[in-house]
């Protein structure tokens, strides 16, 4: 399993050397929070580019937010490798998707605990990945919740070859239950940051 650091977890006063820290990793993971899809405001495209020359991992972002159709130029520019939006967002989903696409990059789905993954089935064939929300989105430090892991089932059985990834509360403890479920990505915000070794850390998250 890949594990994907979220930078939302990172110490914000010291972003650029956070980021070096994880080259252990994948995977970096950017949260994008608007205030307004959830309650919480992180950081935005210029975050993003000031990132890139830093680190040699894919740039995995996540746009938590209403209105994201507008924004994937500026976060593709930023050198986004991955850009994941939500099912439950304002915008038309597949109109989006074409966005991603325009500029090159892969695109994804993600969906709240509470969203039904069938929700999902039409887009499957445009997607690269599916992003399965194991916390309500909006905060990190959150519990994980396992009974999300019928989500990834479910998309496995349907499309064998989806990129799954798993986000939210994932640590030491959850993180086999992620793989045992077939997650191919786990983001992981607390339990990397917050580690007295990082590169042994992600080891342990990824099984070796
Ligand atoms: O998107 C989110 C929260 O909305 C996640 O990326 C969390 O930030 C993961 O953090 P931890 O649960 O690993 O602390």
């Known amino acids: 399993m890949k594990i994907a650091p979220s930078m939302l977890a990172s110490d914000f006063t010291r972003m650029g050397e956070c980021a070096k820290s994880v080259n252990a990793a994948d995977w970096l993971h950017l949260d994008i929070m608007d205030g307004h899809f959830v309650p919480n405001i992180s950081f935005g495209p210029d975050v993003v580019k000031a990132l890139r020359p830093l680190s040699d991992l894919t740039f995995d972002v996540h746009l938590m937010i ?30 989006t998707i074409t966005e991603i696409e325009k500029y090159g990059v892969k695109p994804a789905l993600s969906l709240k605990p509470g ?20 916390v309500e989105p909006g905060f990190g430090g959150q519990k994980f919740m396992a009974d999300q892991m019928e989500k990834l089932r479910a998309l496995r059985a349907k499309r064998p070859e989806l990129i799954l990834e798993v986000d939210g509360g994932v640590n030491r403890e959850t993180a086999p239950i992620c793989r045992e479920n077939g997650a191919d990505v786990a983001v992981a915000g607390t339990a990397v940051f917050r580690a007295e070794n990082i590169p042994a850390e992600i080891a342990l998250l990824r099984g070796e």
């Open 115 to 134: 969203t039904p993954v069938e929700c999902l089935y039409p887009y499957l064939d445009r997607l690269y990945m599916v992003l399965v929300m194991t």
């Open 66 to 95: 209403s209105h994201p159709k507008q924004y994937i130029r500026q976060f593709a520019e930023a050198g986004a490798e991955i850009i994941t939006f939500h099912v439950e967002c304002d915008d038309d989903i597949d109109e």
